[in-house]
């Protein structure tokens, strides 16, 4: 069963309560207030929802303590009043709508299973989807889970090499894509992919030789499918890491994390029965399959799905129009809207939005100010990563948010700060690590395994997996800052941490400050070597638009930073339009450093093209 040990034992939880207190002037008082706090007002069920109850209450089990992703996220709505609820409506680049009730989705998952097992598929093998943000790629993913065979989401953005790599490791069999991507992505590696045995290509007619139409072999099929009957501990997902400091690795789900994915997304998202979901990262990344198919659709929600990439107007329109109450994106979308100015936030109705949160980079505490006054909410910021499958730390509904912090740890999850060595990672000696305590500390964040979405390893990887874990913690390799009230703030990756005369300076304090000031709007520090100090802060910055460079710039932002940060303030300071982004939206700081230092670039498949 899921949450066997340390978990299980978890009664009610309780609200953790925080100060509002970080040293951030008077915006932190603001951004509590009336208006949020009226908008939060909990439900009376919504402060004891422990793994036990919503394990007990909350999922739908099949026969004997099987349990199932799709099943927990489509059939089992169709006994209930959600049956004929639109559960995923899909906005096409030129605006044309798909939807698909419930119902729909259950059948149309049937039919991808029962053609999963018409071309001899066996549960758990790995099913790998090269497609848009379509409703083809919802179907696969779920008609994948339904079956019982493994889902792996790929970014359709990626490259020919980075594709075959990932079904080579990944072990795929089947690949499921649109006819231009085969074009583009899949012909250049046809004959090197020497397990995959089924390519299945989306529009019924003329297929690509050698491929399937999936949209004719969907139009043949069944419609029921009886739900693989898979156990808690069965693999589910086979999810890529960002690769922001280095190989992307192949972390592996199982069908039991779903109860993270309900219970976690009822906290830290604030999910109610009738809200409009939209999550706006692509499933190729794990926020957008976590949150972006599963969590809110076995709460039974409305989930918005946009074909196109960011675009500032479009995506308020989409806000105003479909009515979103709850929207979860990232730093990079949310600097990016700031920087086309809250007048055109102001010039839409966004009166049904009631949440927005935050992940995958450090949010600024501009930014979540910026979103009380542009979009009348502040942001929730929360941290997680591939290998923890949900979120699991969180300025979570019903707790005060702290600008800048990544907020307190979920219930039912606990957090660690670990002693850390020069290089800034947990000191391991003889497979013991020492938990350092309140208050005010640093160290490596960890985790204490057991919580039911944690990663059961990397795929052909296990020394990298062993090396995860020690002491009885998980460790994330990122290192964080815990106050005194518990709130969580970023550090950076332990690979990223500057050491410059005897200081650990996180990347991230430097960057906050840099973008405090009006010229910037984004920045990217990294160490480089310096024979005095071991190593000196160099930053990059881009400028806002209209900004242009100039020496009394680059002047006037060095003497900022210096009166703002004091010794660990950058020594250089450069401009760059382009910092390197990874595709989830993440500053690549090791490729800053690479080019700085003319090191080999190293693995580039999650680099964002410009
Ligand atoms: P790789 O593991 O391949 O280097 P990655 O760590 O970027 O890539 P992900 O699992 O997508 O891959 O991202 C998780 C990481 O993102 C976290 O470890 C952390 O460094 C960063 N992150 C996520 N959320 C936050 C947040 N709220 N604040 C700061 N950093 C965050
Ligand atoms: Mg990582």
Redesign the pocket.
């Known amino acids: 069963m899921v949450g066997s040990g340390p978990l299980s034992t978890l009664g009610a939880f309780r609200w953790a309560k925080g100060g509002n207190d970080a040293d951030l002037g008077s915006d932190s008082q603001d951004i509590s207030g009336a208006r949020e706090r009226e908008h939060r007002g909990l439900r009376a069920d919504q402060g004891d929802l422990s793994w036990e109850e919503a394990r007990a209450r909350h999922l739908s089990w099949l026969p004997s303590g099987r349990l199932n992703i799709a099943y927990e996220a489509v059939d089992r709505h169709l006994e209930t009043d959600r049956r004929d609820r639109v559960a995923i409506r899909c906005l096409g680049r030129h605006d044309q709508v798909t939807e698909l009730t419930y119902a729909d989705l259950a059948r149309q998952t049937g039919r991808f299973a029962n053609l999963l097992g018409e071309l001899g598929v066996r549960r758990g093998e790995r099913i790998f989807l090269l497609l848009n943000r379509s409703a083809e790629l919802y179907v696969a993913a779920l008609g994948t889970l339904k079956f019982g065979a493994v889902l792996s989401p790929l970014f359709p953005a990626f490259g020919p090499e980075p594709v075959r790599e990932r079904i080579v490791r990944g072990d795929g069999v089947v690949l499921v894509t649109t006819p231009e991507l085969y074009e583009r992505r899949v012909v250049p590696i046809r004959d090197r992919l020497p397990g995959l045995r089924h390519i299945l290509v989306t529009g019924d007619t003329n297929p690509p030789a050698g491929t399937t139409s999936l949209t004719a072999g969907l139009a043949r099929a069944a419609d029921s499918y009886p739900v693989a009957p898979t156990g808690p501990e069965d693999l589910a997902l086979l999810h ?10 192949g ?1 592996m789900h199982v069908h039991g994390a779903v109860l993270a994915h309900y219970v976690i997304a009822h906290y830290a998202l604030d999910l109610r029965p009738d809200d409009v979901f939209w999550c706006t990262a692509d499933p190729g ?3 957008g399959t976590s949150y972006g198919i599963i969590a809110p659709l076995v709460h039974g929600l409305t989930i918005v799905v946009d074909a196109a990439d960011f675009d500032a107007k479009r995506w308020y329109r989409i806000l105003e129009q479909q009515r979103v109450s709850v929207w979860y994106t990232a ?1 990079t979308a949310l600097r990016m809207l700031m920087r086309h100015g809250a007048a055109l936030a102001q010039n839409h109705d966004l009166s049904a939005l009631r949440f927005v949160a ?6 600024n505490p501009e930014v979540v100010v910026w979103g009380s006054e542009a979009l009348g909410h502040p942001v929730h ?8 499958g949900a979120i699991m ?1 969180a300025n979570f509904a019903g707790t005060d948010i702290k600008p800048g912090s ?1 907020g307190l740890p979920m219930p039912g999850v606990e957090v660690g700060l670990l002693e850390r060595g020069a290089d800034g990672r947990a000191l391991v000696t003889d497979g013991h690590v020492r938990p350092i305590e309140l208050p005010s500390v640093t160290g490596e964040l960890a985790l204490r395994p057991g919580w039911p979405s944690m990663f059961r390893g990397y795929l052909h990887d296990a020394e990298r997996s062993a090396e995860c874990f020690a002491g009885g913690w998980y460790l ?3 290192l964080a800052t815990r106050d005194a009230d518990g709130y969580l703030w ?1 550090v ?2 332990a ?1 990223d941490v500057i050491k410059s005369a005897g200081h650990l300076i996180g990347p ?1 304090e430097v960057e906050s400050v840099l973008m405090e000031h009006p010229a910037v709007v984004e920045a990217g520090a990294i160490g480089v070597p310096d024979p005095v100090a071991g190593e000196v802060v160099k930053a990059f910055v881009t400028l806002r638009p209209g900004i242009a460079e100039s020496e009394d710039l680059r002047l006037e932002l060095l003497g900022f930073g210096r009166r703002r940060l004091g010794a660990v303030a950058p020594k250089t300071i450069a401009f760059d339009q382009h910092l390197p982004h ?1 595709r ?1 939206g ?1 500053v690549m700081r090791r490729l800053l450093k690479a080019r700085e230092l003319g090191l080999p670039e190293g693995d580039l498949s ?1 680099l964002e093209s410009v």
């Open positions: 890529f890491t960002s690769g922001t400091t280095g190989r992307p690795k972390a990344w794990v926020t730093p935050s992940v995958g980079e450090p949010l910021d929360n941290w997680w990563q591939t290998e923890t730390i990544m994330s390799g990122d970023f950076g990756r690979d991230f990874t989830s993440k999650t």
